[in-house]
């Protein structure tokens, strides 16, 4: 539709009506991590399973947007079978591309100095995104930055509160 | 002649033209578009007279009220009060003096939470809400219930989107308080206050409504209904954000402690202690939001020049228009959450819409010019028992006509167009 | 060339004219005289520029903030934001995440007060005041102490208007808080923050400042102050009524329990508990000032180009020629309670004159169109610990200039020729 | 002063200068009761000997602007042995002067609509105000109408506290 080519593409309204890894796994062994935008009412419900510091399986459940279901979808294909730290450096590579907009409104800022911008990895050019370009577009709409980064908070979450 | 003239002479139907002429943001265009603005429920837009009463106070008369002698001190005080009476004529308040000004709705239910709350209920009292209730409503009496260990009971939505008041007064028995929302910001129903009133009362129960939604868009008197709080809050009913207001009855606001401590509330301050001063002004505190009094005057004087009589009038037609049209077009495509009798509900109509998310509902609109919200309304309790994490919602005003209700008919099939697999 | 503009060239002089033109209020005729505005201390004039941001925002982007995707609502969603970014830099705040917006800093200090000092302190906690504190900082604790039995000690006022710290550190000793203001409205004495701040950190206790008085007339760094705790209010500096703000410490906020409960600060809802939104809005329930926000937000952008150096050198220059000049026509016939260094004091001066009450000092001082307040000013104790029930109070902004002096001064003599024996 | 002569008629000039009934009674057998102007800080004490259902002493200390001064001597000077009823009937002739513009300010209506243009006397024209009727010009000045009522309001006060 015109004027939001750039939100909605196709690859995303792929991952959107075809999600990859939806559904959820036994915990144990996999952890369970909810994460909520609190301002919408999305919410995701991730299951990761690590195991020797890889991200051997995770499954993604919940209920939100097209953004926010095809950023999960996309970011599950995306770190399934990558090591921890490989996936850490995606998070902060993805949250680096979202980042230019977020703050503009508000929140979550604290998260970006963390993991984004900042963080080493935003800007490397070793990690690659893959299909995850296709949310570049995201960014002109920054109310729907959340959406997108709803499910890289969670898993962030995951990995932290990972036994280590 | 402008539509507040006009509105003055009878109690005409709106004129819907005139009244568009006066909200100056109607004539913005979003993304090349007409602005088709349906997201009232959230905050209404404001007309000119708002703003030119604003804008005039703060380029003459403005001072602090209640401080000094000098002429402009007088006038910002008298423009202060006056908005006091003017509001609480409008909502056929007994007594203005009952009418205490707060910077939202939501402000005021916490003042009667905490000092009302705080003074009269002790653990195991309860309380009675309403499962339909905005967070506003809900979230202070879970603060107390932290704190003091009282109990919420929940009157439970029925059916037909209406409250099931079948168990009414087994929820009313020993409690001390029922509080609930005069029309629901997700369903749009119509609660039966005075029907509650009655029992709560016979039951030994205060009441407290919540008419945030109400106030807007029906004519409200509140001494007919014979409530004991009352809250409800400007921005939604053409007047600016940053003021509220809370009516009690005069005897009640006399025997709560005070809320917020500062300036103005007092009667004499020692380095060990105070005295308050009378009401409403004991829960006045510190520089009160006078030249958003002064706007909402304006904004009562607006609704009051159209006639509260119209616009519901409008409004009801206006929803019936809307909840046929949609369901014309969209038949079983669109689930409306919310009674299906015009007359039994306000202008909020919340749907879910195919499988399509209401965020990408809304986006798709908005690249029409069309906005509505999409979420949980901070009513998340109500949405869960909806068993839906969002809606899409559409809310009316006095500046929409048909031709906005098309405008959003024909821009849910674009975002089928978009979505549909 | 506005005022602004020149003011953005270089910390230049006030040209206090063209500042003059900025302000339409000025235009205002008073029983037929040109208005003297002398009461900024209590509340400040506003500039075209405030008043033009919010009309634009009304006309053009108004929509609840924080609440929809559609284009109305993300641009006041970033106006909300970015004026709390433009007003955190405003006043040197090291993290805009620190700053509620409240409506008045009333408000802010009655957060911290039932907040923090809810969940931190307990009966025989001390929290250390001062003898010359405004009401807002007074009764807050006062309520406290009713509330919790914590101890209140007050660091006195010296001989010479200043702040008498010789025993600071005994008062400290033990204390969990110090508040204090930054400058009293009352005497206009200046406060060292910086050396409080210290000596309260070294004994353990957290800082809270009163920056009501500060921010509009002193450039003012949170950072640099190191507090913990600072409130301001917007109506004081250029800005509209409705809008305050408490900086605090990231971290202490996201140790604190709610203030009010409603929309917007929570994370999730259910009908038997709630989990808290992320700071800032944990503390920002219901619906804000979001249009007062964008009126602050100019407020601070022309105060900024006017430059906060040239706003303090001015009043500096206008206070010492009022200081002198209102002793040299009436000698002891004034008596002004503050410090005679015009460096060491804003622009608030109180005095009384002969022995004629204020009332009739600002009752005649009005019939020529000049604007002082008369009264206690909302510091009670102060005033009792000065030895006068009331005292008469001139304050200067921006848009005065020695001839708003000089109409006191002469009007004085006005008073004395009615009230004289 | 143009402009202020309805305010400052010379007889409140005069009271103002040259009060009467100043000044403190031994407690008992006077009352002492206490009223406050919580907006602007005038405080007036008032000692009223009461004996025999009249005001068989009156007098009057504290602090405050002409008006206020003013007002209170004249106040006494008319009570000043005068029977509790006719004290009672004065004062609601005195605050029905007053009525018409306080509301406009807030606050005390309820004391009001007790003693004021809606009771008995408030218009009686039996019930005389001689100097009294200076206070007239009062009006024109709202924020000033508490100043002329305060003493008024606290001798109700002693009146409805004096044991029967
Ligand atoms: C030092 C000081 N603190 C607090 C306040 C209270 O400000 P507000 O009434 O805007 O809350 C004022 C002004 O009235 C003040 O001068
Ligand atoms: C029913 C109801 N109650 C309370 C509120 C809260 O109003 P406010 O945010 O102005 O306090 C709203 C609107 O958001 C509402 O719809």
Redesign the pocket.
């Known amino acids: 539709m015109a004027g939001l080519e750039d939100l909605y593409r196709e690859i995303i309204l792929d991952h959107y009506r075809s999600p990859r890894n939806r559904g959820e796994l036994p915990t144990p062994p996999a952890q369970r991590v909810e994460g909520f935008n609190p301002l919408c009412g999305d919410e995701v419900v991730l299951f990761v399973d690590l195991h020797d510091g890889t991200v051997a399986d995770i499954k993604v459940s919940g209920q939100g947007c097209s953004i926010s279901q095809s950023s999960g979808s996309m970011m599950t294909a995306a770190v399934k079978g990558k090591s921890v730290a490989e996936a850490r450096a995606l998070i902060r590579r993805f949250k680096g591309l979202m980042s230019i907009h977020e703050q503009a409104l508000g929140g979550e800022a604290d998260q970006l100095d963390e993991d984004g911008a900042d963080g080493a990895g935003a800007d490397d050019p070793d990690v690659k995104l893959g299909d995850l370009e296709a949310l570049q577009g995201v960014v002109k709409f920054p109310v729907r930055i959340k959406c997108a980064t709803l499910s890289w908070n969670t898993l962030t979450q995951a990995l932290d509160e990972a036994p280590a | 002649m402008t539509a507040v003239e006009a509105g003055r002479k009878a109690a005409t139907p709106l004129d819907v033209a005139r009244v568009q002429a006066d909200f100056p943001i109607l004539a913005r265009r979003v993304h090349g578009q007409r602005l088709v603005y349906l997201d009232s429920a959230a905050s209404s837009q404001k007309p000119r007279a708002v703003l030119d009463a604003m804008a005039r106070f703060y380029e003459t008369s403005n001072a ?1 009220i209640h401080r000094g002698t000098y002429q402009l001190a007088v006038e910002s005080t008298e423009a202060y009060e006056a908005a006091r009476r003017a509001v609480a004529r409008f909502v056929g308040a007994p007594d203005p003096r009952g009418l205490v000004f707060t910077k939202n709705v939501t402000e005021a239910i916490n003042l009667v939470a905490a000092s009302w709350g705080g003074a009269n209920l002790k653990a195991g009292d309860a309380v009675v809400l309403t499962e339909v209730e905005h967070h506003a409503n809900l979230v202070p009496w879970l603060m107390l219930k932290d704190k003091l260990g009282i109990e919420l009971r929940f009157v439970p939505m029925g059916e037909d989107y209406t409250l099931d008041l079948t168990h009414l007064d087994r929820l009313l028995d020993g409690a001390k308080l029922m509080a609930f929302t005069a029309m629901s910001n997700v369903l749009g129903t119509l609660t039966p206050i005075r029907r509650i009133t009655d029992a709560a009362h016979a039951a030994g129960a205060l009441v407290l409504v919540d008419g945030a939604q109400l106030v807007p868009h029906v004519p409200t008197d509140i001494a007919a209904l014979d409530v004991d709080f009352f809250g409800f809050t400007g921005h939604k009913m053409c007047g600016p954000t940053g003021i509220g207001a809370m009516w009690a009855r005069p005897e009640l606001l006399e025997a709560m402690p005070p809320f917020l401590g ?3 509330m007092i009667r004499d301050v020692r380095l060990d202690g105070f005295t308050t001063a009378e009401v409403p002004t004991k829960f006045e ?3 009160m939001p006078f030249a958003e009094a002064v706007g909402l005057h304006a904004a009562v004087e607006y609704l009051g020049a159209l006639g509260m009589d119209a616009v519901r009038e409008h409004e009801v037609s206006l929803t019936a228009y809307a909840l046929r049209a949609l369901k014309e077009r969209h038949g079983d495509d669109i689930t409306i959450y919310g009674p299906s009798e015009p007359a039994m509900r306000g202008g909020a109509l919340s749907f879910t819409y195919k499988g399509i998310h209401p965020h990408d509902v809304s986006q798709v609109l908005d690249q029409k010019g069309i906005c509505v919200r999409a979420g949980h309304h901070c009513a998340k309790p109500l949405l869960r028992r909806l068993g839906v994490g969002a809606t899409t919602r559409a809310s009316f005003y006095v500046y929409n006509d048909e031709s906005d209700v098309d405008a959003l008919v024909e821009g849910l099939s674009d975002a089928d167009d978009l979505f549909s697999l």
């Open positions: 602090n500062g300036g103005e505190a510190g520089t």
